[in-house]
C-alpha cells in the first residue's frame, strides 16, 4: 500500500509540535496582581520627552530607548518618514491590547500560539491644528471611531479566547483613557 503525499502532509500536521509564544513570568505577573489588589490606589508615571526635528518629524526620547519618530505625510507636509501620530496612538492601543491578551491569558492558564491586532482609526483634520482651518469642537476632532480586530490562537475553545479578548479590552490603560475623559493639562515649560 502506498502512501500518497497529502496522507503525508495530513499525518505530519497532526504530529507537528504547536509553537507557543514566549510566556511572561506568571507568578511574577500574580505578585503584581496581589500588589494592585493591596494598593487599589496606586498609580506610576509615564514621561516622554518630544523635540522638533525639522517639519512636523519629531523625535520622543523614552528612557534610554532608541527615540520614538513621528512625522505626518506629504499631503499634510511631512516627509513620510515614519508613522503619523494618530498611528501612533494606534500603535499604543494595539501594543496595550496585546499586554492585557497576554496578561489574562497567562493569569487562566492558557498558553497562546499567535496574537495580532489589526487597528483601524477614522480621524480626520478640517480644523488644520488650529491654524486657520475649520471652526470645530474638541469633541468633534481626533478619532471619531476605532475598530479593532483580534487575531488570537492559543489551547484555549474560541469562546475562552474571546473571554480573554473581552476582559482585555475591560481593563486596558490605553483603551480606557480614550474612552474616558480625562483631565488635561498643557502649558509653557
Known amino acids: 500500500m502506498t502512501i500518497t503525499t497529502a496522507a503525508r502532509a495530513a499525518e505530519a500536521s497532526q504530529s507537528a509540535l504547536k509553537t507557543y509564544l514566549r510566556p511572561i513570568d506568571r507568578e511574577g505577573l500574580l ?3 496581589e500588589k494592585g ?3 487599589p490606589t496606586s498609580r506610576g508615571t509615564n514621561k516622554v520627552h518630544t523635540v ?8 520622543s526620547y523614552v528612557g534610554d530607548h532608541t527615540p ?4 505626518e505625510p ?3 507636509f511631512g516627509q513620510d518618514t515614519a508613522p503619523a501620530p494618530g498611528e501612533i496612538v494606534l500603535s499604543g492601543l494595539g501594543g ?4 492585557g491578551i497576554t496578561a489574562v491569558a497567562t493569569h487562566r492558564n492558557v498558553k497562546l500560539t499567535r496574537l495580532e491586532i489589526f487597528l483601524e482609526g477614522d480621524i480626520g483634520n478640517p480644523a488644520a491644528w488650529g491654524a486657520g482651518g475649520a ?3 474638541p469633541s468633534e476632532m481626533g478619532f471619531q471611531q476605532i475598530r479593532v480586530k483580534v487575531l488570537v490562537e492559543g489551547d484555549a ?3 475562552v479566547l474571546d473571554d480573554i479578548v473581552r476582559h482585555a479590552n475591560m481593563y486596558s490603560p490605553v483603551a480606557n483613557t480614550m474612552r474616558n475623559p480625562i483631565p488635561f493639562d498643557i502649558a509653557l515649560a
Open 52 to 59: 522638533v526635528d525639522g517639519k512636523f518629524r519629531t523625535l
Open 135 to 137: 471652526r470645530k469642537e
Open 68 to 71: 520614538v519618530v513621528v512625522d
Open 74 to 76: 506629504p499631503h499634510l
Open 37 to 39: 489588589r493591596n494598593n
Open 157 to 159: 475553545p474560541r469562546e
Open 31 to 33: 505578585a503584581f496582581a
Open 96 to 99: 496595550c491590547l496585546c499586554v
